[in-house]
């Protein structure tokens, strides 16, 4: 097991002196705890795979230091680290059996006979592959492949973290989600820190105890899945977390309220005060799921016109127009709006995240 601590961290790929603008990775300081399930969530070139690396070695940071269990092992090479890494597409022995690669790591660090056999076999059964351990590796499909370079990284008992940049890439969608479950209990049962990478929220949602996410280079929020989504610290978590993400609307402020479209809508209490003395353009941000409908004579209520309907099974996604900006809301499954229906909301003050230059102001 091992608490990963991340000191000043930062890498850039050109040679020599170089600009904190061209580091792929910026400077970042963060602790992976022991035992905990982490996915390092953002979108393509955002530093995810570049980060992974360091962790494991095959990289070496520019600047900053890495220390697993608070030993400094920047300059240690991958074999002095103990963490297994599964790479993005399949890497196997195509001349061995199933039953072969997954023994590999193992016979590597002096294991043999019923111990070999008995994890090999525990393995093979987590994954559905003990059909093919006696099959050679040559001919298999890619995601089968690939369960085999994921029991590779389980079958160590002692390793002290487990890397998976993007494993599922390559795997069909139902067994993936299969394979996501199983990644859970394995977590669960183990306790193994286990880190991530991805690009699709819905794994790193469903998967990780903590998401950390990325963009440009940088960590943006490090949370659990339920603050992301309801809390989010900065506009690109607003917009990147959900399905869709959260609306964003320009506002200004009017004394403890922001304005939109002429009218007031009220701020949890301090946020306007807060957000003048942030400076910068302001932004209030609201999951569509926490619109709601309302009456002409509600407090509060702001007029939209609905446009946009899109049926999706227990819910109807509207994308309705406030003033200049469109605003998404999630109505109920058959809820009796149709587009160019004139209509009122509400935007609850508890569920509003107002942004200034970017950054939540809470």
């Known amino acids: 097991m091992a608490r990963i601590d991340l000191r000043g961290i930062a890498h850039s790929y050109a040679r020599g002196p170089a600009p904190e603008a061209s580091y792929a990775l910026k400077p970042l300081d963060h602790t992976l705890e022991d035992g905990g399930a982490y996915a390092l969530l953002g979108p393509s070139g955002c530093g995810k795979t570049t980060l992974l690396n360091i962790v494991s070695g095959l990289l070496r940071p520019s600047q900053g230091a890495l220390l697993l269990n608070g030993e400094d092992v920047t300059a240690r090479p991958p074999e002095a680290r103990n963490i297994a890494q599964v790479f993005q597409f399949p890497v196997v022995y195509d001349t061995m059996t199933v039953f072969d690669n997954l023994a590999f790591p193992l016979r590597n660090r002096g294991l043999r006979g019923p111990e070999v056999r008995a994890r090999v076999e525990e393995i093979a059964g987590l994954l559905d592959l003990t059909g093919d351990l006696p099959r050679r590796a040559r001919g298999l ?121 002429d009218r007031r809508v009220p701020l949890p209490e301090g946020v306007a005060a807060r957000a003048r003395a942030a400076g910068g353009p302001l932004v209030l941000g609201i999951r569509p799921e926490f619109v709601r409908t309302a009456a002409p004579e509600a407090p509060g209520a702001i007029p939209v016109t609905f446009g946009r309907v899109e049926e999706l099974g227990r819910h109807r996604l509207v994308t309705a127009e406030l003033g200049a900006s469109p605003l998404k809301l999630k109505l109920p499954e058959g809820a009796p709006f149709e587009p160019g229906e004139a209509a009122w909301v509400e935007l609850p003050a508890e569920w509003i995240t107002l942004f200034a230059d970017g950054h939540a102001v809470r």
């Open 141 to 261: 499909s890619a995601d089968v492949k690939q369960k085999i370079s994921l029991g590779r990284g389980l079958v160590r008992r002692d390793v002290a973290a487990i890397l998976l940049d993007e494993p599922l890439t390559v795997i069909d969608p139902q067994l993936r989600w299969l394979l996501r479950r199983k990644l859970k209990q394995v977590h669960e049962s183990t306790r193994v820190t286990l880190v991530y990478v991805t690009h699709d929220q819905i794994e790193a949602l469903t998967l990780a105890d903590k998401v950390i996410v990325m963009n440009e280079g940088r960590v943006v929020q490090a949370g659990t899945p339920q603050e992301l989504f309801e809390r989010p610290a900065h506009v690109f978590v607003g917009h990147f977390i959900g399905s869709p993400g959260m609306n964003l609307l320009p506002c200004t402020l009017d004394g403890d309220a922001a304005v939109l479209a």
